[in-house]
């Protein structure tokens, strides 16, 4: 399965123009002419799996305690900023299929929950993408939920993510059969970049919000950017027709 790497990201949905990871945020990057999205996902207290980044619901909802521990009648009840709701998995991919867009799925389990969670969303994720022209790309900052991914979807291409890239991380991209590797721009090493142009492997890199880092990065080969800032990029984005990844 081929994916055409695109070289913007919208991050955590529509970054930092709407509410992260909601679906008006995944609307807006369409609107704006993203080709792709990031958004993260995480178990809700039924084991629903719904599009937010933090363990706790207390900075981007008005609601109090863990994900892990609210279920889906009080969970899909709050205000996730703007009035919009904490969105299901399944409606952020429907939505992407309708816009057309490229999902990066940032396998995001709470603490203790990586099994349960990369099970979930590997197996509901190989229905949920059926025939779509282009398959998401799973990426996680947990290995665990990536070999299960691997493993229960392996027709979904994965990326691993590190904040820090470690000495041995062409191993774990072999081991995971990985196509890409993410990582923070602030940490990326020349070494570990010379490494990844030398395998053939693209870097990604989060979360980059000025033309100057932005520019830097790409002159030093980084493939693609998880951005915040829509309103800056956005001419680049559609301009760009995409680089073209496996058979
Ligand atoms: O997947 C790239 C980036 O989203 C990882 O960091 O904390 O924003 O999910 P975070
Ligand atoms: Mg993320």
């Given at each position: 399965m081929g994916f055409p790497l695109p070289r913007w990201f919208a991050h955590r949905g529509g970054g930092a123009l709407a509410p992260e990871n909601t679906l008006a945020g995944i609307r807006l990057a369409a609107r704006?002419?993203?080709?792709?999205?990031?958004?993260?996902?995480m178990l809700s207290g039924d084991g629903t799996p719904v599009l937010i980044h933090d363990e706790t619901l207390e900075r981007t909802t008005n609601g109090r305690g863990a994900v892990s521990e609210t279920p889906d009648a009080q969970l899909f009840a709050l205000d996730a900023g703007d009035g919009e709701r904490v969105p299901r998995y399944a409606d952020a991919v429907a939505a992407c299929r309708d816009y057309g867009l490229l999902a990066n799925v940032e396998i995001k389990p709470a603490a203790g929950f990586e099994r349960q969670t990369a099970e979930t969303v590997a197996r509901l994720s190989t229905g949920l993408w059926?025939?779509?022209t282009v398959q998401p790309l799973?990426?996680?900052f947990s290995l665990e939920a990536l070999e299960i991914a691997r493993d229960l979807a392996p027709q979904i291409p994965r990326g691993v993510l590190f904040e820090q890239v470690p000495v041995?991380?062409?191993?774990?991209v072999r081991r995971?059969?990985?196509?890409?590797l993410h990582c923070a721009a602030r940490h990326l090493r020349d070494d570990v970049l010379a490494e990844?142009?030398?395998?053939g492997i693209p870097v990604l890199?989060?979360?980059v919000n000025t033309e100057n880092t932005a520019k830097s990065l790409f002159e030093r080969g980084v493939s693609a950017l998880f951005t915040d800032r829509l309103d800056l990029f956005a001419a680049e984005t559609?301009?760009?027709?995409?680089l073209h990844l496996g058979g």
């Open positions: 704006l002419g993203f080709s792709a999205v990031e958004f993260d996902v059926q025939g779509a799973f990426s996680s041995d991380w062409l191993e774990t995971l059969q990985a196509v890409t990844a142009q030398a395998n890199c989060y979360t559609s301009a760009y027709k995409g």
